[in-house]
């Protein structure tokens, strides 16, 4: 049995992310929106070293950020505990690359990747059932990255409905480029939730400035498309552009580098290029590190 584990947790993009309005009766539960996305993993990675220890707690060490007391690793670890019994605890060492607030799903991430770890320790196989009790009680973004097939062959991606917990996975194109642009901006999901609210109100995206969405069935077939054709759009960009401009100007700084499709990621406020020319991509990266931080990853 294995005392000691290290495991990588990868950041995902949002290829395309389609916020429903949130409608008494649609979601089935007040304050949650259904959402429509293509999920993928890129190989830009936090980092999990996880240690059987006697005691019955997760006690996490992380040099480059202060975590609060409750996390997604805390809840993670307590959330196994309760299902399965397990009669010891966990240290967990993170070297945390992924930028919290940053819409690329690191901390459900290092969740999904603690389970994994938690399952491997303990010798109890992780179930669907087990993995869903677990991602239930830690956040949506826990279910994309335990079924989208990272664990299994080291690379995820799925179609992603429902409040995130309905995963389809399909086959991750091999062959894409993404360049990474931090802002340096914390987006909070809860309020990048409450301008998409306030812009439905307010018929934003039934207006002519609004947005396009191709139906949720299209999805797959334009994944595999030349990434210059997309016609994905992110419900949160125009609304967190609006308020934060430095959103949109690393944007237009991405499109403007040469990218064949760009956006944001999730909620925010990382914004990310898409290049099928690997020597475009370099290019790219290294004209837009002159101004921001840059991750060109695959």
Same mark, same amino acid.
């Given at each position: 049995? %294995?005392?000691?584990?290290?495991?990588?947790?990868?950041?995902? =993009?949002?290829?395309?992310? *389609?916020?429903?309005?949130?409608?008494?009766?649609?979601?089935?539960?007040?304050?949650?929106?259904?959402?429509?996305?293509?999920?993928?993993?890129?190989?830009?990675?936090?980092?999990?070293?996880?240690?059987?220890?006697?005691?019955?707690?997760?006690?996490?060490?992380?040099? #480059?950020?202060?975590?609060?007391?409750?996390?997604?690793?805390?809840?993670?670890?307590?959330?196994?505990?309760?299902?399965? !019994?397990?009669? &010891?605890?966990?240290?967990?060492?993170?070297?945390?690359?992924?930028?919290?607030?940053?819409?690329?799903?690191?901390?459900?991430?290092?969740? /999904? %990747?603690?389970?994994?770890?938690?399952?491997?320790?303990?010798?109890?196989?992780?179930?669907?059932? $087990?993995?869903?009790?677990?991602?239930?009680?830690? !956040?949506?973004?826990?279910?994309? &990255?335990?079924?989208?097939? &990272?664990?299994?062959? +080291?690379?995820?991606?799925?179609?992603?409905?429902?409040?995130?917990?309905? =995963?389809?996975?399909?086959?991750?194109?091999?062959?894409?480029?993404?360049?990474?642009?931090?802002? +340096? $901006?914390?987006?909070?999901?809860?309020?990048?939730?409450?301008? =998409?609210?306030?812009?439905?109100?307010?018929?934003?995206?039934?207006?002519?400035? !609004?947005?396009?969405?191709?139906?949720?069935?299209?999805?797959?077939?334009?994944?595999?498309?030349?990434? /210059?054709? @997309?016609?994905?759009?992110?419900?949160?960009?125009?609304?967190?552009? *609006?308020?934060?401009? /430095?959103?949109?100007?690393? $944007? #237009?700084?991405?499109?403007?580098?040469?990218?064949?499709?760009?956006?944001?990621? !999730?909620?925010?406020?990382?914004?990310?290029?898409?290049?099928?020319?690997?020597?475009?991509?370099?290019?790219?990266?290294?004209?837009? #590190?002159?101004? @921001?931080?840059?991750?060109?990853?695959?």
């Amino acid at each position: 049995m %294995s005392f000691d584990i290290c495991i990588k947790a990868p950041a995902k =993009v949002n290829i395309g992310l *389609k916020v429903l309005k949130n409608e008494s009766g649609t979601s089935g539960i007040a304050g949650y929106h259904n959402i429509e996305s293509i999920f993928q993993t890129v190989d830009f990675c936090d980092e999990l070293r996880v240690t059987r220890i006697p005691e019955k707690k997760c006690v996490i060490r992380c040099p #480059q950020m202060s975590l609060p007391s409750e996390n997604t690793l805390t809840k993670t670890y307590s959330a196994f505990l309760s299902e399965t !019994g397990i009669d &010891f605890g966990v240290k967990v060492e993170l070297n945390k690359n992924l930028p919290a607030g940053g819409g690329l799903g690191g901390g459900s991430s290092d969740g /999904a %990747s603690l389970l994994k770890a938690l399952s491997e320790l303990s010798q109890i196989p992780l179930t669907k059932e $087990l993995a869903d009790n677990v991602a239930s009680r830690v !956040g949506s973004d826990v279910f994309f &990255f335990l079924h989208s097939g &990272f664990f299994e062959n +080291g690379r995820g991606c799925a179609l992603v409905s429902g409040r995130g917990e309905v =995963v389809q996975p399909i086959s991750p194109r091999t062959n894409l480029n993404f360049l990474l642009v931090f802002t +340096g $901006l914390h987006s909070s999901t809860a309020e990048a939730y409450s301008l =998409v609210d306030a812009a439905y109100e307010s018929g934003f995206y039934d207006s002519p400035e !609004g947005l396009s969405f191709p139906d949720f069935s299209e999805l797959k077939n334009l994944y595999y498309k030349n990434a /210059a054709s @997309w016609n994905f759009s992110n419900s949160f960009t125009p609304v967190l552009t *609006k308020k934060y401009p /430095a959103i949109g100007e690393a $944007l #237009q700084d991405i499109i403007d580098s040469g990218a064949d499709w760009a956006d944001m990621s !999730g909620s925010g406020a990382t914004v990310f290029g898409v290049f099928e020319s690997a020597l475009a991509a370099n290019e790219a990266f290294n004209k837009c #590190q002159k101004k @921001w931080k840059c991750v060109l990853t695959r």
